[in-house]
């Protein structure tokens, strides 16, 4: 069963910046998706950005490209969430995710394209 560990949310002050980190354990299949979710207060769990590990695709919700960048750990175990010029709307609980194989460029905004989902790490940006 995949495990995913999430760290490095916080507060900060808008205009700032937070990076996020996720550890995946217990795959067993070397190919998989691994990002980002987050759930602001009252609304729906949104995809920010994924990677597909060890090489292929990269895809950022248009809300964060340019100030978020998702990377990942030579082992192929690990992403991080750059956060930079950080908004009061990204204020929200943010969720590692994975699935297995690849992330697919039409489909990877999709919740339910994931099988497993980490604890979530808060990230609080005031004005």
């Known amino acids: 069963q995949v495990r995913l560990e999430e760290s490095g949310g916080g507060s900060v002050q808008a205009g700032g910046s937070l990076r996020l980190s996720c550890v995946a354990s217990g795959y067993t299949n070397n190919e998989m998706c691994l990002g980002w979710f987050r759930r602001a207060p009252g609304q729906e769990r949104k995809g920010v950005a994924v990677t597909q590990i060890r090489g292929g695709g990269t895809y950022y919700a248009d809300s964060v490209k340019g100030r978020f960048t998702i990377s990942q750990d030579d082992a192929g175990d690990a992403v991080y969430l750059e956060m930079n010029n950080l908004k009061p709307e990204d204020t929200a609980m943010y969720y590692c995710?994975?699935?297995?194989?690849?992330?697919?460029?039409?489909?990877?905004?999709?919740?339910?394209?994931?099988?497993?989902w980490g604890q979530g790490t808060l990230v609080t940006v005031s004005s």
């Open positions: 995710v994975h699935r297995p194989w690849v992330c697919y460029p039409v489909s990877w905004s999709l919740s339910s394209d994931y099988n497993a």
